[in-house]
């Protein structure tokens, strides 16, 4: 059965990692696709690409699918995303907030530009989307979905990545004022909270052995995610199999959020 069929999503920042993952996924799962990137026009053509073989795999017919290129930063550009998707679909059911970047520097070294980018495109691109989406979904009737691309470190402090940090722990509470302020509308908010996950974003850990082993060794189950594991999450929070669940963040962190130093017991008297 495909979860998705008639469904018309729109990923931010899918042309790598978690959020082509995410748009391949849903492609899978019946859903029409369109693809938001920033820069790097290549990349969200190849995923376009696997989008739509992906889409003629799982229905054999009438898939559509769009590149579409704005700064989820900007507010202007946020609106023409939405117009130029809505009058290429029709509608727009699902939104995910995936555009995410970071940068480390130790907190007393954080130069307010850097800071302002995080910030930027991390919360106030999410909060931009949401709000088109939700007035989009509010002229028409059906309700819709929204979907955060949050973090464990919305509730994990991360020492040199303060921006990043404060990013996802505002939205959180993104996620959960929107979910109550809109549930009797049918529009349905939750958040997925990643831990390591094996994309681009993570290279310089990925490639060099001793830091990958180190990060794993964090990890209750002992090893990072894959991109299709998180988009996995993103698939069936967006589906009906989710229809009663709202202003929820799911961590999918391989038991990162479950305080993974405390495997072995060490307090006092144990």
Known sequence: MLRLEGKNALITGASTGIGKAIAVRFAQEGANVAINFRSGPEEAATTQ??????????????????????????????????????????RVDILVNNAGVQKPSPS????????????????????????????????????GVILNNSSVHEIIPKPKYLPYSISKGGMENLTKSL????????????????GA?????????????????????????????????????????????????????????GGLTLYPEFRVAWSSGE
């Open 179 to 194: 979910a109550l302020e809109y549930a009797a509308q049918g529009i349905r908010v939750n958040a997925v909270g990643p």
């Open 108 to 143: 007393h070294e954080i130069d307010i530009i850097d800071f302002d980018r995080v910030m930027n495109v991390n919360l106030r691109g999410a909060f931009l989307c949401s709000r088109e989406a939700i007035r989009h979904f509010l002229s028409r009737e059906g309700g």
């Open 49 to 90: 690409v696997q989008v739509h073989e992906a889409c003629l795999v799982a229905r054999n017919h009438g898939c559509r699918d769009l590149i579409v290129q704005a700064d989820i930063s900007k507010e202007d550009q946020v609106q023409e995303m939405f117009q130029k998707v809505v009058a290429d679909l029709g």
């Open 197 to 253: 996950v094996v994309t681009p974003i993570n290279k310089a850990w990925i490639d060099n052995p001793k830091a990958k082993s180190d990060v794993e060794a964090h990890i209750p189950m002992g090893r990072a995610a894959s991109p299709e594991e998180i988009a996995s999450v993103f698939a069936f929070l967006a589906s009906d199999d989710a229809s009663y669940i709202t202003g929820q963040t799911i961590f999918a962190c």
